[in-house]
T-cell receptor
Framework: DAGITQSPRHKVTETGTPVTLRCHQT?????MYWYRQDPGHGLRLIHY???????DKGEVSDGYSVSRSKTEDFLLTLESATSSQTSVYFC?????????????FGEGSWLTVV | AQSVTQLDSQVPVFEEAPVELRCNYS??????LFWYVQYPNQGLQLLLK??????LVKGINGFEAEFNKSQTSFHLRKPSVHISDTAEYFC????????????FGEGTQLTVNP
């Protein structure tokens, strides 16, 4: 196990409400990522972080924001959830150079926006 | 920019038959290539990776893949599949200087039938 915990694992929320997903790692890795998985699209990068308070956008960042105030935590926020954000969200961390840029994934958070 | 194309969305095979899952990539720089497996309702597990060196890479569960730079391919193979290999398989690419940001293919559903 790569020491990644996502919470909540399952959530149903209403359109227009804010939602925050949390990713917690115990590996002290510098890089952290949020991906979403949708049928026919594989996994797409939402946001990533390369250190505390250093974040950047991925390819599908609209409607999402992130924060990283501690090395171990990376939060993904949907400010006002929409039905198009119904998806499975995966957090990932990147191992040290010795592991060759290998990325390890959490177990996923299933989000349904109704 | 980099991209990945998995040429088959679904691959049905019989148990103990060989299988090949095809992956082509495009990138303007040197790449690192990965195959991940996802079992139902679970996260992604690393099968194997190509970073440099030998173009034939062996992974877990009897899988192997061959990096072919001239054809920009990274096909996944197994000589004899089991029922338990039924899962979705994702090919992914990243490159030096990209902060280990992975670009995924759309996935191939491998179904092994008795």
């Amino acid at each position: 196990d790569a020491g990644i915990t996502q919470s909540p694992r399952h959530k149903v929320t209403e359109t227009g409400t804010p939602v925050t997903l949390r990713c917690h790692q115990t590996e002290n890795h510098r890089y952290m990522y949020w991906y979403r998985q949708d049928p026919g699209h594989g996994l797409r990068l939402i946001h990533y972080s390369y250190g505390v308070k250093d974040t950047d956008k991925g390819e599908v960042s609209d409607g999402y924001s992130v924060s990283r105030s501690k090395t171990e935590d990376f939060l993904l926020t949907l400010e006002s959830a929409t039905s198009s954000q119904t998806s499975v969200y995966f957090c990932a961390i990147s191992g040290p150079r010795v592991s060759g840029n290998t990325i390890y994934f959490g177990e996923g958070s299933w989000l349904t926006v109704v | 920019a980099q991209s990945v194309t998995q040429l088959d969305s679904q691959v049905p095979v019989f148990e103990e038959a060989p299988v090949e899952l095809r992956c082509n990539y495009s990138s303007s720089v040197s790449v690192y290539l990965f195959w991940y497996v996802q079992y139902p309702n679970q996260g992604l597990q690393l099968l194997l990776k190509y970073l440099s060196g030998s173009t034939l890479v062996k992974g877990i569960n009897g899988f192997e893949a061959e990096f072919n730079k001239s054809q920009t391919s990274f096909h996944l193979r197994k000589p004899s599949v089991h029922i338990s290999d039924t899962a979705e398989y994702f090919c992914a690419v990243t490159s030096r200087g990209s902060g280990s940001r992975l670009t995924f293919g759309e996935g191939t559903q491998l179904t092994v039938n008795p």
